[in-house]
C-alpha cells in the first residue's frame, strides 16, 4: 500500500513526455505548413465570421468560408498526437502503470484521433462547422465516461 502511495504522488514522467511532444509536434506542424501564420490570422480575423441561426433564435458565430490548410494541419496534428498517445498507452501498460493513468491516456488517445477525424472531415467539406462542434462535445464526453469508467474500477 505504502508504494503505490509513493507512485500515485510521483512526477508523472510520460505525461512529461507527452507534453514534450505536444510541443514538438507544434513546432513541426507550424513548420510544415505553409504560410500557417497567415492561415490563422485569416481565421481568427473578426471579419471572417458571421452570426448563424442553428435554431429558432438561437445564434452561434461560424466561419463565413472554409479554411482546409488549417483544418489539415489541425487533423494531422490531433493524429499525430493520438497515435502517440496510443505508444505511451502501450508503455503504461507494459509498466503496470496505475489504472486512472491508463485511462486518462484511453481517454486522450480516444479524444485526440477522433478529433484528427473530424478535422479531415471539415477540411474536405464533408462536415460543416458545427459538425465540428458536436464531434467535439461528443468526444469530451467520450473522454469523459472512458476515464470515468477507469477510476471506478480502480475502487
Not at 503505490?4 to 507527452?18: A, I, M, P, Q, V
Not at 442553428?54 to 490548410?69: A, G, K, L, T
Not at 462542434?133 to 474500477?153: C, E, H, K, P, T
Amino acid at each position: 500500500m505504502e508504494i503505490r502511495r509513493r507512485r500515485e504522488h510521483e512526477t508523472d514522467k510520460l505525461g512529461l513526455l507527452s507534453l514534450g511532444f505536444f510541443l514538438i509536434l507544434l513546432g513541426l506542424m507550424w513548420i510544415i505548413t505553409p504560410d500557417i501564420s497567415d492561415h490563422i490570422r485569416a481565421f481568427f480575423s473578426p471579419e471572417g465570421w458571421h452570426l448563424a441561426e442553428v435554431s429558432q433564435n438561437v445564434f452561434f458565430p461560424e466561419p463565413d468560408r472554409n479554411h482546409p490548410v488549417l483544418y489539415n494541419a489541425a487533423s494531422y496534428f490531433c493524429l499525430a498526437f493520438g497515435a502517440f498517445q496510443i505508444i505511451i498507452l502501450g508503455i503504461r501498460v507494459a509498466l503496470r502503470d496505475a489504472l486512472d493513468k491508463m485511462g486518462g491516456t484511453l481517454s486522450g488517445t480516444v479524444f485526440w484521433v477522433g478529433m484528427g477525424y473530424f478535422f479531415g472531415m471539415l477540411a474536405n467539406n464533408a462536415l460543416g462547422w458545427f459538425g465540428l462542434l458536436a464531434g467535439f462535445v461528443i468526444f469530451v464526453g467520450i473522454s469523459i465516461i472512458i476515464q470515468s469508467i477507469f477510476r471506478l474500477i480502480r475502487r
